[in-house]
């Protein structure tokens, strides 16, 4: 099992572009979750997901948006890009049901300029 | 707002010691919680779970819990140098996940 991907790795952009962070997992898991952690900071909750086609928002959702079509993918859409959003993502991924134990992508580091 | 307080450290233990982590969370209602570890520039790995009041134990590792006090902890034993890294708390609440800013700890060879 690969676990958690997330691509890209790294990723430079301009204020006002947009991207997507691509996140799957093949574990079979329920519950998918996209965080971001700033330096010297704990991880903030941006939206998460108990199952395909349902999302919800966590602690940090203003400027991005996701979806999940499938059991597997929950990618992340930045619109308009802005230097606040400079940030280290995560994306974790849990079974759910009683299990809640998460377990986490490799991170995409993102700077906005 | 739900919190959750580590002491940031950093915290220095000699190789072979006994390290101890704390935490605290303000969500009287909270039922889970784990313990992460974070090496420099990667993500973070699950150590433990802990759902009950009292103790667990996992090789090297125990957590502690005390409800009452809205109190987890984690003890690291016979620590090693590569122990060495930041220790995330984490509580749920509703669907939801709460991280504390981490303890960075030192095992000095």
């Known amino acids: 099992n690969a676990g958690v991907t997330q691509t890209p790795k790294f990723r430079i952009l301009k204020i006002g572009q947009s991207m997507t962070l691509q996140c799957a997992q093949d574990m079979n898991h329920n519950y998918m979750y996209w965080y971001r952690q700033d330096p010297g900071m704990g991880l903030k909750l941006i939206y998460y997901?108990?199952?395909?086609?349902?999302?919800d928002k966590g602690e940090v959702p203003n400027g991005y948006n996701v979806s999940r079509s499938t059991t597997e993918d929950f990618p992340l859409r930045l619109e308009l890009a802005a230097p606040s959003q400079t940030s280290v993502y995560f994306c974790?991924?849990?079974?759910?049901?009683?299990?809640?134990?998460?377990?986490f992508g490799p991170g995409t580091r993102l700077t906005v300029t | 707002q739900k919190e959750v307080e580590q002491n940031s450290g950093p915290l220095s233990v000699p190789e072979g010691a006994i390290a101890s982590l704390n935490c605290t969370y303000s969500?009287?209602?909270?039922?889970?919680f784990f313990w992460y570890r974070q090496y420099s520039g990667k993500s973070p790995e699950l150590i433990m779970s802990?759902?009950?009041?009292g103790d667990k134990e996992d090789g090297r590792f125990t957590a502690q819990l005390n409800k009452a006090s809205q109190y987890v902890s984690l003890l690291i034993r016979d620590s090693q140098p590569s122990d060495s890294a930041t220790y995330l708390c984490a509580v749920k609440g509703g669907n939801q996940f709460y991280f504390g800013t981490g303890t960075s700890l030192t095992v000095i060879p």
């Open positions: 802990i759902y009950s009041n």
């Open positions: 997901s108990v199952g395909a086609g349902i999302t």
């Open positions: 969500d009287r209602g909270s039922q889970s």
């Open positions: 974790a991924s849990s079974y759910g049901q009683g299990t809640y134990e998460q377990y």
